[in-house]
RNA sequence: CGCGGGGUAGAGCAACGGUAGCUCGUCAGGCUCAUAACCUGAAGAUUGUCGGUUCGAUUCCGGCCCCCGCAACCA
């Protein structure tokens, strides 16, 4: 009997096309949900795409198309690039537009309603004439809007449904304390909890349709629509068939005692504690762990812009480099938890150093004198080395960068044991030992193979198709045809 | 006194009460199985700044300076 085990992404915002921050957690949350179903764990991995909301149905009305058609056309080039950055065929790919999740977005509000912790309230909102724009307290200079600093703001009422947040304070304080690591890494569970201490305001979940008729109507009151976050963080418990599929939600939900959800720092709060109160205002038990992980800057830990002109694109990369460059580049040169740059310089840099140089090579070289040596890979090696200590204590490394997410660790793990392999060639020089002492190069290459098998097992989660290559090319006893990775 | 992160070799990071490690880059030597790759060694840091605690601080405490992100209904 496999354990199930649920983890997501954050479904991005299809209010632009994806970009470097997307993939790097796409990817992220890849590697991880690979590991697990290596680990013997039925695996349930959750992506998708955010639909609704007023930054939505402003850009489809810029464009001029429908808003329906704009999240058709974005979502699918979210859709198109899953493949590319080497997901899970099997993801799962839910829309917040997507029926069911209508419905089950539909059936949570009712229900919080029926708890009481929905009410109506009025709202001031503050309108830029100049804009015509509502504008946020943040964008404004001043009490002013930068664009249209002579005219002043007008005010709106209008009433919208709130959601009673403020009594969750200590509910979210007893989560954070009881459920172990509930968020990695820990300075976000400080900056969380730190948040919630100081007191926690309702929020508004509804916006009247009559000004931005994107969303899901509220449950019995066409006037209004459901605000988006209170829409799109239901997709975690929609996608694994809450409310309709029992079966399903129990098996993904509760056996597994929550979703792992990765997110970036931006949705921490989001993430961490609105939803969290929105589940327990639900009676459904809460997530089992949150993931924050940084942003990807520019040079010099800049924030990425078009304007800056610093950005990369994940198109770009793959078409240059590949999708497993990449899936490495992610795994191992990012900080797996802080904000650390990428750039194309050091993504060469990376790529020619441990791809072309490290990796690629060492496969060339250890292939070579196999195979010219018609020397074939052993189990019984194998079998011994896996019980070595070095290997121990590296698969030990290994799985607990994986235990704690920290796929860098894990990565290192892997780029050691190569560092390690290729210390042996240049110590032993089987290439030449073999021409003097046959048995004793052959043993030496049969342990290079085996190290190498080991290598390629090892780096399934991260580099699936390079891995099962690695794998491949040391049972049949074949050089790569060309270099895994050619130096650029 | 809004919140958080950070300032360590040319670059990116690590460490932690006992004078700093790693990766890339640079230089020298070795090897020739390999993708001019690989291995070894070297050069290169008064660890932002001032003060305190201590036998001893990069590591603990306080002041200051600088950088980055966020500031809730903006995903």
Sequence with gaps: ??????????????????HIGHALEFIRADIIARAKKLDGFEVFFNTGTDEHGIKIYQKAKQLGLEPQKYVDETAQKFREIMPLLGLMP?????????????????????????????????????????????????????????????QD??????????????????????????????VVPNTRLNEIRAFVERGLEDFSI?????????????????????????DALVNYISAVGWPDDEKQFKKFWLETGGVVQYCGKDNLR??????????????????????????VTGEGGIKM???????????????????????YYVARELAPFEDSPFTMD???????????????????????????????????ILKTLLN???????????????????????????????????????????????????????????????????IGTMLLPIMPETAAKIINLTEKNEMPKEPLFMRK
Excluded at 401 to 409: P, V
């Design 305 to 327: 812009s078009k304007s800056l002109g610093n950005t990369v694109d994940p198109l770009e990369v793959v078409k240059e480099y590949g999708t497993e460059a990449l899936r």
């Design 388 to 454: 070595s200590n070095e290997i121990k204590d590296l698969q030990k490394k290994y799985r607990a960068g994986f235990d704690e997410y920290n796929i860098q660790a894990a990565s290192n793990a892997v780029w050691e044991l190569i560092s390690n392999t290729d210390k042996i060639v240049q110590e032993r020089q089987p290439f030449k030992k073999i021409k003097t002492d046959k048995a004793g190069g052959e043993a030496d290459i049969k342990e290079l193979l085996a190290r190498l098998n080991i």
């Design 90 to 150: 099997d993801v799962n790919f839910i829309r917040t537009t997507d029926k069911h999740h209508v419905m089950a977005a539909q059936e949570f509000w009712k229900i919080v309603n029926k708890n009481g912790l929905i009410y109506k309230k009025n709202y001031s909102v503050k309108y830029c004439i100049g804009c015509e724009l509502e504008k946020t307290d943040s964008e404004l200079v001043d009490g002013k809007c930068p664009l249209h600093p002579l």
């Design 346 to 380: 050091k993504f060469k840099e990376a790529f020619n150093a441990h791809l072309a140089n490290g990796l690629g090579n060492l496969v060339s070289r250890v292939m070579k004198m196999a195979e010219a040596n018609g020397i074939k890979f052993d189990e019984e």
């Design 1 to 18: 009997m496999k354990i199930p085990f649920y983890i997501t992404t954050t479904l991005p915002y299809v209010n632009a096309i994806p």
């Design 206 to 230: 509804s916006r009247l349709a009559s000004k931005m008729p994107w969303g899901i109507p509220v449950p019995g009151d066409e006037t209004q629509v459901m605000y988006v976050w209170f």
């Design 153 to 182: 703001l007008e005010i709106i009422q209008e009433e919208n449904y709130f959601f009673r947040f403020s009594i969750f304070q200590k509910p979210l304080m007893d989560l954070y304390e009881k459920q172990e690591k509930f």
């Design 270 to 295: 989001q993430q961490s504690a609105m939803w969290q109160a929105m589940l327990l205002s639900a009676k459904i038990s809460p997530s089992k762990q949150i993931i924050i992980d940084g942003f």
